[in-house]
């Protein structure tokens, strides 16, 4: 099993949808949880962090479940700039670099 | 303000070279990462160096030698280029070690004829 599992896509929406992604992770020991945005051929930048009991930012939510060990992003109201890739990201245990996963492409359009 | 810089973008060379990729932060971050990612734009964790020191180590070729002359700076060395090291090399910093969301530099995109 991956360390870090996360659907590619492409999710394609139209503009105003909400849409959800989910990610799986392997280690149960795992500290911290992120989300982050890559746009094509740029930098991947961070969208937001994940508490255990789940976080908004605007129209983002994000969630935890430490039990079945997945991470899900919400993005409601979906706009033409929100077309990305997700990436889902793990810190394993203490001391030890953030495992990414591949990433969910979304692509919203008009 | 640029907080993570590298240099150069863009970088096309044959095989064989030795080449360098430089990155500076000014955010002062205590660590310090290389990532690699490659043509199925996954993202993966070559070194990382905490206050100059490495921490992170990751199975590298050893033709691959990070650097880092102060806490600001980290550059990469490639010896012997090969065709598989063509890839976008990620440098990003954080406040501490591996807790702490991180920042990524530009990318710089290597190209190995």
């Known amino acids: 099993r991956k360390e870090v599992e996360q659907d590619p896509g492409p999710f394609n929406v139209p503009e105003g949808a909400t849409v959800a992604f989910n990610c799986t992770y392997s280690?149960?020991?795992?500290?911290?949880f992120f989300w982050y945005r890559q746009d094509c051929r740029k930098e991947p930048k961070l969208l937001m962090s994940?508490?255990?009991s789940g976080n908004e930012d605007g129209r983002f939510t994000a969630q935890l479940n430490r039990a079945s060990q997945y991470i899900s992003l919400l993005i409601r109201d979906s706009k033409l700039s929100d077309s990305a890739t997700y990436l889902c990201?793990?810190?394993?245990?203490?001391?030890?670099?953030?495992?990414f996963g591949k990433g969910t492409t979304l692509s919203v359009s008009s | 303000d640029t907080a993570v810089s590298q240099t150069p973008k863009y970088l096309v060379t044959q095989m064989g070279n030795d080449k360098s990729i430089k990155c500076e932060q000014n955010?002062?971050?205590?660590?310090m990462y290389w990532y690699k990612q490659d043509s199925k734009k996954f993202l993966k964790i070559m070194f990382s160096?905490?206050?100059?020191?490495?921490?992170i180590n990751e199975t590298v070729p050893n033709r691959f030698s990070p650097k880092s002359p102060d806490k600001a700076h980290l550059n990469l060395h490639i010896n012997s280029l090969e065709l598989g090291d063509s890839a976008v090399y990620f440098c990003?910093?954080?406040?501490?070690?591996?807790?702490?969301?991180?920042?990524f530099g530009p990318g710089t995109r290597l190209t190995v004829t």
């Open positions: 280690n149960s020991a795992s500290q911290s």
């Open positions: 955010l002062g971050h205590d660590t």
């Open positions: 990003a910093s954080s406040p501490q070690a591996s807790y702490y969301e991180q920042y």
């Open positions: 160096y905490n206050n100059k020191e490495l921490i």
């Open positions: 994940v508490y255990s």
């Open positions: 990201v793990v810190t394993p245990q203490a001391g030890t670099a953030l495992i």
